[in-house]
């Protein structure tokens, strides 16, 4: 069993009082398991605190915040709680044919 394998418990468990001190207190703690940094990390973000420092408090690189929450943005998307805004193309400022203008026109 390699390394991965043991520290697959991690992701299981987490400690409330610690990430309660992280989330509440800002006090740093390395020691988190997987699941406790991730779920400070959506606390945080929560709290509108800068990725940076959510970094610092938890432990992981900065990089890894901005993953956590695009995942989390997917995930809330696919949910259809707050899915982003995208426009329909064809639908800007360029007319009904789109950036190209060689659409179709419709009857109207």
Do not use: F
Not at 50 to 63: H, T
Not at 79 to 106: D, E
């Amino acid at each position: 069993m390699n390394a991965w394998h043991k520290a697959r418990w991690q992701w299981q468990t987490a400690d409330e009082e610690e990430v309660a001190v992280v989330v509440e207190d800002r006090l740093p703690d390395w020691g988190l398991t997987r699941l406790g940094r991730r779920i400070a990390a959506r606390a945080l973000a929560e709290r509108n605190v800068a990725v940076e420092e959510v970094a610092d408090l938890i432990g992981v690189d900065p990089r890894t915040v901005y993953r956590w929450r695009a995942e989390d943005r997917r995930q809330q998307g696919v949910a259809g709680l707050s899915a982003p805004v995208r426009p329909v193309h064809g639908a800007g400022s360029c007319g009904a044919g789109g950036v190209r203008g060689g659409g179709r026109r419709l009857a109207g």
